[in-house]
């Protein structure tokens, strides 16, 4: 199985601040025949379901604020909040869609507020 | 818009079963798949398995297979996880969620609703 090893564990970060959360794939997640990263961010806020962020690496869903970005490529990624708001404490977790037979997600995030 | 909701919170004995359930309103239920992901307390996401309820075919993690059974009811829209043997271990909030759509024409293994989640306790 790929394995997604999520970085750091926690981060603590002021208000307006960026907060930068980093996600590296035991094997490349980038499909060569449409050049796509098979890669979504998911939040997760206390006592809910996950919350669909991006994916495609970089794709924002329909609704996510621009101040949540996506980018990296083949085993590194990285999540950015460029401007942390109250609203964005929560648990951030990666997950790889390329094997489609054993789907896994990185060990999560914790963001807080600084 | 297609709402996921789930069926209560089960309390088990190890070594038994339980078969949670997961409605689907508001949208084709035939036209995406249906994963199941689980959550231990304090801890990350692990995929389970999914099924494809158009074709009634269901493949595993394989941690999971032997133990894991998805179903899918097209009738009714609902969508079944029924874990066996079940320990310990095993106690975690239990997700049902759709398939995302991939921002053309395709879906894509990533999901954008989920159910509510439910709280399967194994306990003697």
């Known amino acids: 199985d790929i394995v997604m090893t999520q970085s750091p564990d926690s981060l603590a970060v002021s208000l307006g601040e960026r907060a930068t959360i980093n996600c590296k794939s035991s094997q490349s997640v980038l499909y060569s025949s449409n050049n796509k990263n098979y890669l979504a961010w998911y939040q997760q806020k206390l006592g809910q379901p996950p919350k669909l962020l991006i994916y495609?690496?970089?794709t924002r869903e329909s609704g996510v604020p621009d101040r949540f970005s996506g980018s990296g490529s083949g085993t590194d990624f990285t999540l950015t909040i460029s401007s942390l708001q109250a609203e964005d404490v929560a648990v951030y977790y990666c997950?790889?869609?390329?094997?489609?037979?054993?789907?896994?997600f990185g060990g999560g995030t914790k963001v807080e507020i600084k | 818009q297609v709402q996921l909701v789930q069926s209560g919170a089960e309390v088990k004995k190890p070594g038994s079963s339980v078969k949670v359930s997961c409605k689907a309103s508001?949208?084709?239920?035939?036209?995406?798949?249906i994963s199941w992901v689980r959550q231990a307390p304090g801890q990350g996401l692990e995929w389970m398995g999914r099924?494809?309820?158009?074709?009634?075919?269901?493949n595993y993690a394989h941690k999971f297979q032997g133990r894991v059974t998805i179903t899918a009811d097209k009738s009714t829209s609902t969508a079944y996880m029924e874990m066996s043997s079940l320990r310990s271990e095993d106690t975690a909030v239990y997700y049902c969620?759709?398939?995302?759509?991939?921002?053309?024409?395709?879906?894509?293994?990533?999901?954008?609703?989920w159910g509510q989640g439910t709280l399967v306790t194994v306990s003697s």
């Open positions: 969620a759709r398939d995302a759509p991939d921002g053309s024409s395709g879906r894509i293994d990533a999901f954008d609703i």
């Open positions: 495609w690496a970089s």
């Open positions: 508001g949208g084709t239920f035939s036209s995406y798949t």
């Open positions: 099924i494809i309820p158009i074709l009634g075919i269901a």
């Open positions: 997950q790889q869609y390329y094997s489609t037979r054993a789907l896994t």
